[in-house]
């Protein structure tokens, strides 16, 4: 069975300062791998994925993530944030069946990025 | 192009009643996904809907049910419902015809049982 770990509940920060927000997964086999962000009384929108090739993957808002297979990692991170960052961010897993098709998504429980003045 | 909607925004209900929800994907999307976010549970897979058929379902009790209607949308209902049930409910939906399936949400129903 897929899982997902993300490492820190809560991330404070400063405007302009550089952010990293961690996601560790376990799975037996392939998976395909996403970051949503949820704002304040929002559904999830979709800011990046890996499926295959590059590892490093640009999303929306200036986010970028690293797929690392070897730990098993999928690491968010943005250079400089700003105040309309603050929100949660979900890292979430898809297992590859045989078919080559995936279905349900394995969430992490999220973490929660304040950005102050 | 109009985003995944749901209805109600919100949802009030006594315990031992019943509550539908009701989801309409993206157009061209034919799967339809239902996931419960309640408070210290995190977000969790409830069903998967494709081309009609219930085609999976996650580790929910069968008073969790739905539909998938052949324009598409959806409905989940849940019967007798508990003060457990109370949570943001999630619709997704997904584009045919691809192996990969990625899931694009709606903003979601906030239901709160009495």
């Known amino acids: 069975a897929q899982s997902v770990t993300q490492l820190d509940s809560q991330v404070p920060v400063f405007e302009e300062a550089p952010v990293e927000l961690r996601c560790n997964y376990s799975?037996?086999?392939?998976?395909?791998l996403f970051w949503y962000v949820q704002y304040p009384n929002q559904g999830l929108q979709l800011l990046l994925k890996y499926l295959s090739g590059s590892t490093l993957v640009k999303g929306i808002n200036g986010f970028e993530a690293e797929f690392n297979k070897s730990q098993t990692s999928f690491h968010l991170r943005k250079p400089s944030v700003h105040i309309s960052d603050t929100a949660e961010y979900f890292c979430a897993v898809s297992e590859i069946n045989s078919g080559g098709s995936n279905y349900k998504l394995t969430f992490g429980k999220g973490t929660l990025l304040t950005v102050n003045p | 192009e109009a985003g995944v909607t749901q209805s109600p925004t919100h949802l009030i209900k006594t315990r031992g009643q019943q509550a539908t929800l009701r989801c309409s994907p993206i157009s061209g999307h034919t799967s339809v996904y239902w996931y419960q976010q309640a408070l210290g549970l995190g977000l969790q897979f409830l069903l998967w809907?494709?081309?009609?058929?219930?085609?999976n379902r996650g580790n929910f009790p069968p008073r969790f049910s739905g539909r998938q209607f052949p324009n598409y949308s959806s409905e989940l209902n849940v019967n007798a419902l508990e003060l457990e049930d109370s949570a943001l409910y999630l619709c997704?939906?997904?584009?045919?015809?691809?192996?990969?399936?990625?899931?694009?949400f709606g903003p979601g129903t906030r239901l709160l049982v009495l």
């Open positions: 809907y494709d081309e009609g058929e219930e085609r």
């Open positions: 799975s037996s086999v392939s998976v395909y």
């Open positions: 997704a939906s997904s584009f045919p015809g691809r192996s990969e399936k990625t899931q694009y």
